[in-house]
């Protein structure tokens, strides 16, 4: 048995230690917002935030987590997860839909850290995270537009 | 606005209105190709199809007029979307047309994937096929949903009209509501919709349609996807996101090189791991699947899996080997695909340059974000199929066969797909059709289990089913004068319809259209013209990719006419627009748009370089200007410049995003990834480490210009892509006097 934080609430699964967080997340726990991609750390569709920092779960596993506070895309919620939802929206940032939880959380993280990155800071911060319908730049835009709503909630 | 959540109902038995058997047999034999029916008779489907095997809130439709309208009495419109939503942003589509001609309000509208049904949901350009593709879409299903929505409208309008004892026009109707201005009367959609439904379907060929001047959905740039806000918060649901009590879990080994077949396994170590439940073959050499309770367990069973292949069919050809024989190939001629003047002469008049160049393109993986995956459940009364395809009817049959079950008795539950781009299209079912036979082996051993299959992007890497390689020899001529007098070209490309169940409809004559299409129509004005094809086959299974054979045509087209306009000296919007004017006014107009937004004659810094390239494809018309730095053999692509021509906008904003994202995966095929095979025939790529694509670090400013326009819309999920990789070139050519002519462009250092 293994203990995992999720999204707030203490979970117990069965499962042994060296199981990928990604498996535990989507295959035990049902939590299928956090995808698959790539198993090798190199697309970013499974990031989540554990402990506030971008993590690609296909490469975390349970017995290294401890007590660390995980959120994923269904748990994600405060100021930043509304603001990024919402230029999400206002972007069109989807399309296909599949790498955009990965993106989401990752872009939670940049902005828990930069509030008010600039276009390198958002290229280097999201470069982990691959789209292949090609979403690059409106994602880019919806980073700059929360980030902007943030600072200034008049303006968002 | 939200997305109908596709929440599985595992109890639920294939519906009793599933396709007869005749009319899928008629689609697998490609009997009825070129038909086209019109929309589906009122009354002759039933009013099920709404809440449609795989939605759970759009139930209480109360007005049911055709396949692909419902309205609910709280007001409530659920669009059945007969094509796969797989990023391209269809539903937004479909969903305009139908809101526009009900004139319902943007967020009382909801989409639901259809069922698969050949008879009701079929392209209407393909015949009695249901497919999405080829960019489609919104074009064949333009006036289809139009006309859909427009019979519910005057279906509510007549029913208020009696309610109210009215004459019908002097009812208006506004987001949703009915109002008759002289008598101060007004109604919500909703409570008119169960008078509506008892009265008679008009003709949707003679219902009216909204004079397009008044449209206020229809171009409207402002308008969201409805699919987004479940994409956003991770509630969408993909096939591989399906969870189903008891569910097990499946994943393949695949023979490690193409052809290769199990010959013997030794499955008692794999048996042994717990939790596996079962290991069992593939149809077609598609390898072994690993059954087990989770996945995990079926990583460790596949570790020990002791598999002997069979390589007495087996690919041992490197693909520098295979290309190398395309080379020698190309010195001899092929079938004649299209020939005018004399080409050969005119390449030999002694006034004329000559020129030749020899483009290729490598094999390329599509790599959608979400592997393919599938879900089956295979009962007493039939089997049950979870998973996107753009080919649902075609894949029924696949799922019958394998599962061995009539296929009235297969229903197939669409799902999103995380992108596709063609691989979600296989002829022979794919995915599903593997999970069908899974499911079938489990049941022979007494399990009932549902099971999901899940490729590793491994699989996906290293599985084939690639876009052709392809080569291209072309030869020109430019006269004194500077002008064009010949072009012979000549292309070697895989055939990916032959064999297939599509090579009876699409490839008559015996020539693969998919070789050839951007070529065999080019519309330059050329007096000479003569092409000429080779069909090699290699073993390799080959695919459509995103822009199907434009994806390799037009770079060798639009390079050629570049080095064509060096060779004569001209600059190369000149000659281009030279070449067009008496072909399609929308290329010329396009191209004219792109060069004065580009600042195609604004001098460049040096180490800078720009080019140009126009494609038309899917009835679309795109011309591009790429700017690019060099710097140590490095290219980098600064700016891409786009105009569009694709008939009425329908949506700007998908359309933007459909272009944008097709100049993102066109240069990552232009820049990056590849997919080769080693001298043993083993391909050498995997994952996303070794096939490269773009990341946003490298995605350089991309602005679109959409031409207005009145006409029927045209395709746009792909016509952006083929002018990319050319336009790039180009530049390079631009910046360096070097001229790339292989996929991916690389700079020697």
């Not at chain 1, 596993?61 to 509304?82: F, K, M, N, Q, R």
């Not at chain 2, 008009?202 to 806000?229: E, S």
């Not at chain 2, 593997?434 to 999901?452: F, K, N, S, T």
Request: glycine content about 8%.
């Amino acid at each position: 048995m293994a203990r995992l934080t999720v999204n707030g609430s203490s979970k117990s699964i069965d499962v042994a230690p060296d199981t990928s967080l990604l498996s535990a997340l989507r295959d035990v726990l049902n939590l299928t917002g956090t995808k698959y991609g790539c198993g090798i750390a190199q697309c970013g569709a499974c990031t989540v935030l554990v402990n506030g920092d971008a993590v690609q779960a296909c490469q975390a596993y349970v017995g290294d987590l401890g007590d660390a506070e995980i959120t994923t895309i269904e748990g994600l919620s405060g100021p930043i997860g509304d603001a990024l939802k919402a230029a999400w929206l206002t972007h069109d940032a989807t399309e296909c839909g599949h790498c955009q939880p990965g993106q989401i959380m990752r872009a939670a993280a940049l902005l828990a850290e930069t509030p008010d990155p600039d276009d390198a800071a958002i290229r280097t911060a999201m470069n982990g995270n691959l789209c292949r319908c090609g979403t690059y730049g409106r994602i880019h835009a919806a980073i700059r537009t929360a980030a902007t709503s943030l600072s200034d909630p008049a303006k968002g | 606005m939200t997305m109908t959540n596709h929440r599985p109902r595992p109890d639920r038995t294939p519906a009793p209105d599933a396709p007869s058997r005749r009319t899928l047999l008629r689609v697998m034999m490609g009997t009825g190709a070129g038909l086209t029916l019109g929309l589906v008779l009122p009354g002759s489907e039933p009013a099920a199809a709404a809440d449609g095997d795989n939605t759970t809130d759009a139930g209480s439709a109360d007005l049911a007029p055709n396949a692909f309208v419902r309205l609910a009495r709280d007001g409530r419109v659920t669009v059945i979307c007969k094509h796969l939503e797989m990023g391209q942003g269809v539903y937004t589509g479909l969903c305009a047309l139908v809101a526009e001609e009900l004139d319902a309000p943007w967020d009382s509208v909801h989409p639901a994937p259809a069922p698969a049904d050949a008879a009701l949901y079929n392209n209407l350009y393909w015949g009695p096929l249901q497919g999405t593709g080829a960019s489609t879409s919104l074009a064949n299903a333009f006036e289809q949903m139009r006309r859909a929505g427009a019979v519910a409208r005057a279906m509510l309008v007549r029913a208020a009209a009696e309610a109210w004892d009215v004459p019908p026009d002097e009812i208006e109707t506004t987001d949703g509501r009915l109002r008759h201005a002289a008598g101060d009367r007004s109604a919500g959609y909703g409570e008119m919709a169960a008078a509506a439904a008892a009265l008679p379907v008009p003709d949707p060929d003679t219902v009216p349609l909204k004079d397009p001047a008044t449209f206020r959905l229809i171009g409207r740039v402002d308008l969201h996807r409805p699919d987004a806000a479940a994409k956003i918060d991770g509630s969408a649901l993909y096939a591989s996101d399906i969870r189903l009590p008891g569910m097990l879990v499946a994943r393949i080994r695949r023979p490690p090189r193409f052809g290769a077949t199990v010959k013997s396994v030794n499955t008692e170590a794999a048996l042994a791991v717990p939790g596996v439940k079962a290991v069992t073959p593939l149809p077609a050499g598609a390898g072994l699947a690993v059954v087990a309770e989770m996945p995990w367990q079926t990583a460790r069973a596949l570790a020990v899996l002791a598999v002997e292949w069979d390589d007495s069919a087996t690919v041992t050809t490197g693909t520098d080997a295979i290309l190398e024989r395309y080379r020698e190939q190309a010195k001899t001629p092929g079938t004649v695909v299209r020939n005018q003047g004399d080409a050969a002469a005119a390449l030999t008049k002694p006034d004329s340059v000559a020129i030749e160049a020899t483009y290729d393109v490598p094999y390329q993986a599509h790599a959608p974000m979400e592997t393919p995956s599938a879900v089956a459940h295979l009962t007493d009364s039939g089997i049950e199929i979870w998973t996107a395809s753009q080919t649902p009817t075609t894949d029924v049959l696949a799922v019958a066969e394998a599962a061995r079950v009539d296929p009235a008795r297969v229903t197939l539950h669409p799902t999103f797909a995380g992108g596709s781009f063609g691989l979600r299209a296989r002829p022979d079912g794919g995915c599903a059709r593997d999970v069908a036979a899974i499911a079938r082996a489990l049941a022979e051993q007494g399990i009932g289990a549902p099971v999901q299959l899940v490729w590793t992007r491994e699989d996906e890497i290293r599985g084939g089913w690639y876009r052709p390689m392809a080569l291209h020899t072309v030869s020109g001529a430019v006269d004194a004068n500077g002008r064009p007098t010949a072009w012979r070209h000549r292309v070697v490309c895989q055939s990916i319809l032959k064999g297939t169940v599509f090579e009876g409809p699409l490839m008559g004559d015996g020539i693969d259209p998919t070789c050839v299409e951007g070529v065999a129509d080019l519309p330059y004005a050329v007096p000479n013209m003569y092409l000429d094809l080779h069909m090699p086959e290699t073993g390799v299974p080959v695919l459509w990719w995103r822009a199907g054979g434009h994806s390799h045509t037009a770079f060798a087209t639009e390079s050629f006419v570049d080095e064509l306009a060096h060779a004569a000296g001209t600059d190369p919007l000149a000659l281009r627009l030279d070449l067009l004017r008496d072909a399609h006014p929308d290329m010329l107009n396009v191209l004219l748009l792109v060069a004065d937004k580009a600042g195609w004659a604004a001098p460049l810094a040096p180490g800078r370089g720009r080019g140009l390239a126009v494609h038309r494809s899917r009835g679309t018309s795109v011309a591009q200007v790429a700017e690019v730095t060099v710097k140590d053999s490095t290219i980098v692509v600064d700016r891409v410049v786009c105009a569009v021509h694709c008939g009425l906008p329908v949506n700007p904003s998908v359309i933007r995003a459909q272009v944008e994202g097709a100049i993102v995966f066109g240069l990552s095929a232009a820049l990056r990834g590849r997919i080769t095979m080693d001298d043993t025939g083993a391909v050498e790529q995997s994952n996303f480490h070794n096939f490269e694509v773009l990341r946003m670090a490298a995605v350089p400013d991309i602005e679109v210009h959409i031409l207005p326009s009145t006409a029927a819309p045209t395709g746009i999920g792909e016509p952006a892509l083929p002018p990319v990789a050319p336009a790039v070139a180009n530049a390079v050519f631009a910046a360096t006097g070097t001229r790339l002519r292989s996929l991916p462009l690389r700079l020697k250092g």
